[in-house]
């Protein structure tokens, strides 16, 4: 029997043990649960990231307490110094400030690295077994922890007073319950190796932490729609199985250190294939959902973009029906029949212009921008009496070659967009300016500016995808169609936004041949 083992697991269950099973195996299932929603979140891989570090320290500390083996205790201080480090990451993209808050994770990082060093080198290297799990190395790690915590507070709670929504509000009350108890309860290990009476409640608050993330996440729709039953069933039976497996293996293999460590790195990675089978039958089921889902919103998309020349159309037909049932003629209405054709030739440009978008075939041309600009602007019908549209456009603007329906049609989403995004009414201003390099003009840029609700990070990180959209009867083809219009003309499209400041896109194009520009254009209305 290997020296560092010790005990029959019979003779050592315990109350404290029960609870460490539940614990981890929790963790498991969060992950799972975690993995099987839509990847596009930048949510999905810090959450599963923090869900998988927990079960794996609170596995190893569970196999410890079990076995008495070192081996486990250090492979668990190798593991638990990344949890309050993880716990930011999820903090600071959640509140859509990782790329500011780079530095204060960086540092973090390697604060995590070297605690997590000390523990690694045990396996090879008998003077530092001496620092891993002294009481030293709990102090500096108790330290970090509660450094953690209270940046995570702390940036919580400031992410609060900014969130104007009322369901952004709950989930970051929900988030900062969880990193409140969950950290409090996680200081009582070390305080308990620090020589203070303190029960090890370390496990508990790390599933408590864990689980109001997945609330957060899972049911209150933060990076998808909210888990189905069937899923929550599935993950939490496939985490059950593998801590009957577990179990089985240190009753079985007690006496054995390194078959237990074996059979345990086995089950692991039968349960890792378990997870990636289901996910991938689950993404396969998923994408069948989601391409039916899309041809209805390509169709609604469509439907909504042919209802005004139907109803044009509509409306003349019927007028000149009433003419000439009193008695009038048809040449006598030439105003309306131009109307009809007029209508006809808008639908037909409509279903081309779809067909050259699935196609990406722009039907290139020399085109002024600022023209292209003011026709749009021309039949804003939608702009309120409490939004101003404000032209800000640049003289002698050089020629671009791009496709004035497709581009056209993309300047018209972007303006009704921001519109949309000021219920409370604002300033919409439109702004055309060239680029240069070198005193060379080498583009020109449309930009649409709003002063309305904005977007956080996470949301302006999908804004581009297909069919996403925080509008309740949004089909989130709009910035989608922006974005593949903007492809098929080698163009750039650039989205920044900030909650309650509003959003801007700009729209960059290349132009046709260099031209000197000087002085600007400037326009004022409102409705």
């Not at 890792?272 to 390509?298: C, K, N, S, Y």
């Not at 995808?465 to 009867?473: G, I, P, V």
Request: charged share 20%; hydrophobic share 50%.
């Amino acid at each position: 029997m290997d020296a560092l083992a010790s005990h029959d697991m019979r003779t050592l269950v315990t109350p404290q043990h029960i609870i460490d099973l539940v614990t981890w195996a929790g963790h498991f299932a969060v992950g799972v649960l975690v993995l099987l929603q839509p990847q596009r979140s930048p949510l999905v891989r810090a959450m599963a990231a923090i869900a998988f570090n927990f079960f794996g320290w609170c596995f190893a500390d569970f196999a410890f307490q079990i076995s008495g083996n070192l081996r486990w205790h250090w492979l668990d201080l190798g593991q638990s110094p990344f949890s309050p480090t993880l716990a930011l990451q999820v903090i600071a993209t959640f509140t859509g400030l990782s790329a500011v808050r780079r530095a204060t994770l960086g540092v973090f990082y390697l604060w995590s690295t070297a605690l997590a060093s000390g523990a690694w080198l045990a396996f090879v290297w008998p003077p530092a077994r001496a620092w891993a799990g002294s009481r030293e190395w709990f102090a500096v790690f108790l330290v970090m922890d509660l450094g953690a915590l209270a940046v995570a507070v702390t940036w919580l709670v400031l992410h609060a007073r900014r969130a104007r929504e009322h369901e952004e509000r709950a989930r970051t009350r929900t988030i900062l319950a969880g990193m409140v108890v969950g950290g409090a309860l996680a200081t009582t290990d070390f305080l308990k190796e620090l020589g203070l009476p303190f029960p090890e409640l370390a496990n508990v608050g790390s599933l408590f932490a864990s689980i109001m993330l997945a609330v957060a996440t899972l049911r209150l729709r933060l990076i998808g729609r909210n888990v189905s039953v069937r899923l929550a069933a599935l993950a939490g039976a496939l985490a059950a199985a593998g801590a009957v497996g577990y179990v089985g293996l240190f009753r079985g293999l007690s006496g054995n250190t390194a078959a237990v460590m074996v059979g345990a790195s086995t089950l692991t990675l039968l349960l890792v294939f378990a997870v990636r089978q289901i996910a991938a039958a689950h993404l396969r089921r998923r994408d069948r959902t989601e391409a039916l889902a899309r041809l209805g919103r390509f169709s609604a998309q469509m439907a909504h973009d042919l209802k005004t020349p139907l109803a044009a159309l509509k409306g003349a037909v019927q007028y000149l029906v009433k003419a000439v049932s009193r008695g009038g003629t048809l040449h006598e209405e030439q105003a309306f029949l131009k109307l009809l054709v007029q209508q006809v030739d808008r639908l037909n440009a409509v279903v081309d212009g779809y067909a050259r978008v699935g196609r990406e075939q722009p039907e290139l041309a020399s085109a002024d921008l600022n023209d292209l600009v003011r026709s749009v602007l021309a039949l804003q019908s939608f702009v309120r009496s409490d939004v101003v549209i404000e032209l800000d456009l640049e003289r002698a603007l050089p020629r671009c070659r791009l496709d004035a329906d497709l581009v056209g049609r993309a300047v018209d989403n972007l303006v009704r967009n921001s519109v949309e995004a000021m219920p409370q009414g604002g300033r919409v201003t439109v702004r055309t300016s060239a680029v240069r390099s070198r005193d060379r003009v080498v583009g020109a840029v449309v930009t649409v500016q709003d002063t309305g609700v904005g977007m956080d990070a996470r949301v302006s990180s999908r804004a581009f995808d297909d069919f996403f959209s925080t509008k309740r009867h949004g089909s989130g083809l709009g910035l989608a169609f922006i974005k593949r219009v903007m492809q098929a003309h080698s163009g750039r499209v650039q989205l920044t936004s900030k909650p309650g400041e509003g959003t801007t896109v700009a729209l960059r194009f290349l132009v046709d041949r260099e031209e000197n520009v000087d002085g600007r254009e400037r326009i004022h209305s409102g409705g």
